[in-house]
């Protein structure tokens, strides 16, 4: 593959480097840098000098301004500095000495294949670690460095790369672009110049096979030794004879192996597909009686691996398969981490298959089960260890290549959509994709996004054939899994091609309207007018006030151009909206008499995160509510934070049932910008961990002072204005979702519920809709006199199976049945969805009933919420107790010292969470879910228990000062 519109390189010394060398050494730059990265970065760009081109260069440049803007790469360890500095002399070893020819060499195979291997061994281990930067989860000098250097060889050598290196470099770049956005970065040129098929074909496609097993040196310092032959060092430098680079290439063990032992099969090349539902979409086969196949690979502590390969339409329920293969004992599979994959089968994620087990050193370690519908077929269909390939054979092929293996399969029946296949227990059938009317949710959840519902969303078949979706995941078996499901199956969340941003549909927006209704007619209550400011913000606003933007500014997302044409200046997407309505505010107050300004805002706002997003909880973009108040006295804006924060306590507890905990803020964890943080936090039984819910800043005169907003008291006298700012966003809606809903889909609280009541009739040949319409829309008109919510569901292509079960994934909170012996009686049966619990009633006076039921329900879904939370707040006064009750998910409220000695905060952080590892026999944390094991503070919380005097603190054994609340967070 190759690519157009390299980006030139300069030879000689390019002297934006040597502007760069100088700015190093200028003591003004290094002393605001600190720590050891800088000298890494000086070191690198001498090293670079002469070799240069634009783009590393301004990278460079970008670099140095990023990383003195970051405060992590001050605490960069030892281990981490050493990793930096080896994948710097890696690169600089493969990567340089390419530059450093002249162009005509440079597509050169010798120079193309030495790239190409350096790309590889990039993309691998980015790919094993799922990291987003080579270096822990922060960009580094290494970052830059590499990457600027890798973009200048690919482009040189007409080289491709893989997807997530495509994906790190992007991010590399526009981190340093934001940091230093006066400098064109030639990579973004570079990326420019490449069509968008191209592009296209970038990211789909792996630069090279990935049949190879990860390079050894991907877990330790990835530095190539230099006389390493390259079977154990895919990465030769280019020094090395040609048959080094010859290695590997159109070289597929597996193939290899299938030719070698005389299994009769054919190979064709296909898009590459990462999960059997992808593949079945790219790659359909003609033959009915042919099937790609789906592999799992588990693992369990007890009864070691096991390989499952099935047919693509049977369905593995992992519960089940331990009594089908019938297991003794505790069962515990779980499905293989990428390291387990690579270290035993060889293989990358998406790439396993039957033939796996021909690249297993000792095939006793494993198990393999195969789904007897394979056997069945006329060919199966897998991968030679690489995606973007699939081998066909026949059963008996198949049957023969794992005899050479000597590997005896465990044939088993999988449940299939086919009449008579044997199901597995507990779970319905996986059938082909549903038709589009009867089905929508499924067709949403197809959709492709980023964290997208990788499950295949199961059916259930009712009575009357038509189909139903149900979720695939149980809340306690998966819980990050099951919460896709619910927010897709019940129309709240859509998915959108862009990372972090996601469709919020009529089911979930009215529910923030609903958030919105109530909240602006409490903040009325309190003289707060609604306003609203521009959504973009000038760079010079922006990062006028260096304080409040530092640590943030890689958050920023900036638009650089209309049209074709490039902007005079960057301006920025409003992360929050302080730098755009302060300078307003210092306009506008002059005198005592034009305060309190009490101002909020209902807006989107944008902040490009880094970790991994989650629907509500953590997105690129989000809604919120900004309230900002600027007030004569210090005492005034206190009361503003607290009564504002009590407006949050009802959203959380009033109106979505979820309990919450006032609290302060520590130093460590407040608003940097202001004077004290006050906040509310939710607890997540499923996950067992803890999340903010909104927060209420006092900003003490910290911003007047920075934006001048100056008042003229009653003697005349010039006094900063006392400020607070609070914020709540659409994340309640996630928290909500997260505590009240089951396995059959969301549960609402009544008072968020876009629909409170739905009525079904019980259609059938005892009542014909014509009989029923009648009965129902008096009930539906009496009930909508009186301000419930409600929706009389006569559609007549579903059945009422069919109506329950939409109704309860949608969480409504009482469903209202309509049947022939009802109407007869002049009664209705009403089925409330939190507990499944059924009552008859009579429409006369039902209107006041479900006003009452209403009510109870709310008061009831909190009182399980509250018992549920209650019961996992501790107390724990030394440190001995306090990792074990993190790890049973509760939150622990300890005796703290507080104040000054904000270092001990830290030290909590880093040693429960390597205790808690060490508690796991895990070496590391995934990265992946961007939730910590370790524990932080959630708040000190204003109601304190007694502390009785000269008690310490549990983990500093200082004097104690108050109770700290602790817990794993989101
Ligand atoms: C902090 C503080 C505050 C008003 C609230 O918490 C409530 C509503 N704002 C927000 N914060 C930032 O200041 C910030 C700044 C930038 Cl430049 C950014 F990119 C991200 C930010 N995130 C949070």
């Not at 919380?941 to 310490?952: M, R, S």
């Not at 500093?956 to 602790?966: D, H, I, P, R, T």
Request: a negative charge; glycine letters at 6%; hydrophobic letters at 40%.
């Amino acid at each position: 593959m190759s690519l157009h519109g390299t980006v030139p390189v300069l030879k000689g010394i390019d002297h934006t480097v040597l502007e760069l060398v100088a700015a190093l050494n200028d003591s003004a730059v290094t002393a605001s840098e600190g720590g050891t990265t800088p000298a890494l970065v000086k070191k690198t760009v001498n090293a670079f000098t002469g070799v240069s081109s634009q783009q590393t260069a301004s990278s460079l440049a970008g670099c140095v301004r990023l990383l003195s803007s970051s405060t992590n790469a001050q605490d960069s360890s030892a281990e981490a500095v050493a990793l930096q500095d080896s994948w710097m002399q890696s690169a600089e070893q493969s990567l340089l000495p390419v530059l450093r020819t002249d162009k005509a060499d440079a597509t050169s195979a010798l120079f193309q294949s030495a790239v190409a291997d350096f790309a590889t061994k990039i993309e691998e281990y980015l790919f094993a670690k799922d990291q987003t930067f080579l270096v822990g989860d922060t960009v580094t000098a290494a970052d830059v460095v590499v990457g600027s250097v890798l973009a200048a060889a690919c482009s040189l050598c007409k080289v491709a790369v893989g997807q997530q290196t495509m994906r790190w470099l992007q991010t590399v770049d526009r981190m340093c672009q934001s940091c230093c956005p006066q400098q064109a970065t030639a990579w973004m040129e570079w990326m420019e110049h490449v069509s968008l098929d191209e592009k296209q074909a970038v990211l789909e496609k792996p630069a090279v096979a990935v049949a190879t097993p990860l390079p050894a040196v991907v877990k330790a310092a990835p530095v190539v030794p230099k006389a390493a032959p390259a079977a154990t060092a895919p990465v030769s430098a280019p020094s090395g004879s040609t048959s080094d680079i010859a290695a590997n290439v159109g070289d597929n063990a597996i193939l290899k192996l299938l030719a070698k032992l005389g299994v009769e099969h054919t190979v064709y090349d296909h898009a590459a597909s990462m999960t059997a539902e992808e593949l079945v979409v790219n790659v359909p086969l003609t033959n009915a009686k042919d099937s790609h196949t789906k592999n799992l690979f588990f693992k369990d502590k007890k009864h070691g691996m096991f390989l499952v390969t099935v047919a693509t339409d049977s369905t593995v329920n992992t519960k089940d398969l331990g009594k089908l293969l019938q297991l003794p004992g505790k069962v515990n599979l779980r499905l293989a981490d990428t390291a387990l994959l690579d270290s035993v089968l060889h293989v990358k994620p998406g790439c396993v298959g039957p033939l796996s087990m021909g690249l297993v050193q000792d095939v006793t370690q494993i198990k393999m089960v195969l789904d007897k519908a394979l056997l069945t077929k006329d060919h199966i269909h897998s991968h030679p260890a690489r995606n973007d390939q699939s081998v066909v054979m026949t059963p008996t092929a198949m049957k023969q290549f794992l005899k050479e293996l000597k590997v005896e399969p465990i044939v088993l029946e999988f449940g299939s959509a086919d009449a008579g296949a044997v199901t597995l227990p507990g779970k319905a059938p996986a059938n082909r994709p549903p038709e589009a009317k009867t089905a929508k949710p499924a067709a949403a959840a197809k959709k492709k996004g980023d964290a997208k519902p990788t499950t295949n969303i199961n059916k259930k078949t009712s009575e009357k054939g038509q189909t139903l979706l149900a979720l695939q995941w149980k809340k306690e078996e998966n819980f990050a899994q099951w919460y896709t499901d619910v927010i897709v199956l019940s129309e709240m969340i859509s998915y959108y091609d862009i990372s972090g941003c996601y469709i919020l549909r009529p089911w979930s927006y009215k529910m923030w309207e609903l958030i919105q209704e109530w909240f602006n007619a409490e903040i009325q209550e309190l003289d707060v007018e609604n306003a609203y400011f521009p959504l973009f913000v000038s760079q010079d606003r922006l990062e006028k006030e260096k304080d409040h933007v530092a640590g943030f500014a890689p958050e920023v997302a900036w638009v650089t151009r209309s049209g074709e044409g490039e902007l005079a200046k960057p301006i920025a997407v409003r992360p929050t909206s302080e730098t755009i309505m302060y300078p307003a505010y210092s306009d506008w107050i002059k005198s005592h008499r034009d305060l309190p300004l009490k101002l909020n805002q209902w807006s989107n706002v944008v902040r490009w995160e880094f970790k991994y997003p989650t629907p509500f909880l953590r997105t690129r973009e989000f809604l919120w509510q900004e309230g900002h108040t600027a007030h004569s006295t210090f005492e005034e804006a206190n009361e503003t934070v607290l009564q504002v924060l009590d407006l949050y306590r009802g959203v959380y507890e009033d109106l979505l049932a979820v309990p919450v905990i006032k609290g302060f803020k520590t130093e460590k964890e407040k608003f940097a910008g202001g004077y004290r943080t006050t906040t509310v936090e939710a607890y997540i039984a499923g996950s067992g961990r803890a999340i903010q819910g909104a927060t209420s800043h006092h900003l003490g005169q910290n911003f007047g002072k920075m934006f001048d907003i100056k008042f003229q008291d009653e003697k005349g006298e010039s006094q900063v204005a006392w400020q607070t700012s609070w914020g709540l966003t659409t994340r309640t809606i996630g928290v909500m979702v997260m505590v009240h809903g089951d396995d059959v889909g969301l549960v609402l609280p009544p008072r968020i519920a876009p629909l409170q009541v739905v009525i079904v009739p019980i259609i059938s040949k005892k009542l014909k809709s014509e009989d029923a319409d009648p009965y129902c829309l008096d009930i539906l008109a009496d009930l909508k006199k009186i301000g419930i919510r409600t929706k009389y569901d006569d559609r007549t292509m579903y059945n009422p199976g069919w109506k329950y079960n939409h109704w309860e994934q949608k969480g409504v909170p009482v469903r209202i049945e309509v049947g022939p012996r009802d109407m007869e009686q002049k009664s209705v049966r009403l089925v409330v969805r939190h507990d499944g619990s059924k009552e008859d009633f009579a429409v006369n006076g039902l209107g006041a009933v479900l006003k009452d039921k209403l009510v109870e329900i709310q008061a009831t879904m909190f009182a399980k919420a509250k018992i549920a939370r209650d019961s996992h707040v501790v107390k724990v006064i030394d440190w001995k107790g306090f990792v074990p009750e993190l790890e049973k998910n509760n939150l622990v409220l300890t005796p703290w010292c507080g104040g000054e000695n904000e270092e001990w905060e830290e030290w909590v952080k880093k040693t429960s969470r390597e205790e808690s590892l060490k508690a796991r026999g895990a070496e590391e944390e995934d990265e992946k879910t961007a939730t910590s094991v370790a524990a932080k503070t959630l708040c000190i919380p204003f109601d304190q228990p007694e502390l009785p005097a000269g008690t310490k603190c549990f983990a500093s054994g200082l004097e104690a000062s108050c109770w700290v609340l602790w817990g794993r967070s989101y």
